[in-house]
Antibody
């Protein structure tokens, strides 16, 4: 059974760096084809893909946010960490992590429950 | 402005059929697989369709997907009140030199 859960601050101040952790179970990020992505959703708005890290450490980022994002994995802890620098109120959103596999071509079959992050002074 | 274009809303009566379109370009839908997600209010998205037309285990065959050229379509038959949700399409985009995932702007389904 695959599960994912996001953790991190619920409130950050403008200009601060956000660090979100995705802790998962039921799969290994050292298995060929496996990936974990971060996706966010501002209140009342659409999904926005942020980043994806694969089992082989290949990393992909949203072109519009690439300069602010870093995604890393800790295979031994079954965790993926996303950092986003220079947070702004427009970054207020629910942040999700999700499981992906290359065999299903970047679809996301399992999602965490999401964490609402508010950016405010 | 989303890279993939979806109608903001669709509606139909219980028992009826509805389709939701997703329009893109050759750099995304035209050369990549499409997935569809269902998101009831206050919940995380759920995968409905992957690889254009495949259903994950547990998804009823009332849900179907298709792709033609640079557009994709999600079909839902035998509408139920429980189908009321936001629906999103997603795919890989090969533009800007580096591949990345893109989503549509979402479509709100109302079952009248």
């Amino acid at each position: 059974q695959i599960t994912l859960k996001e953790s991190g601050p619920t409130l950050v101040k403008p200009t601060q760096t956000l660090t979100m952790t995705c802790t998962f179970s039921g799969f290994s990020l050292s298995t060929s084809g496996v990936g974990v992505a971060w996706i966010r959703q501002p209140p009342g708005k659409a999904l926005e893909w942020l980043a994806l890290i694969y089992w082989d450490d290949d990393r992909r980022y949203s072109p519009s946010l690439k300069s602010r994002l870093t995604i890393t994995k800790d295979t031994s802890k079954n965790q993926v960490v996303l950092t986003m620098t220079n947070m702004d109120p427009v970054d207020t959103a629910t942040y999700y992590c999700a499981h992906s596999h290359s065999s299903s071509h970047q679809s996301f079959g399992y999602w965490g429950q999401g964490t609402l992050v508010t950016v405010s002074s | 402005q989303s890279v993939l274009t979806q109608p903001p809303s669709v509606s139909a009566a219980p028992g009826q059929k509805v389709t939701i379109s997703c329009s893109g370009s050759s750099s995304n839908i035209g050369n990549n697989y499409v997935s569809w997600y269902q998101q009831p209010p206050g919940t995380a998205p759920k995968l409905l369709i992957y690889d254009n037309n495949k259903r994950p285990s547990g998804i009823p065959d009332r849900f179907s997907g298709s792709k033609s050229g640079t557009s994709a379509t999600l079909g839902i038959t035998g509408l139920q009140t429980g189908d009321e949700a936001d629906y999103y399409c997603g795919t890989w985009d090969s533009s800007l030199s580096v591949g990345h995932v893109v989503f549509g702007g979402g479509t709100k389904l109302t079952v009248l």
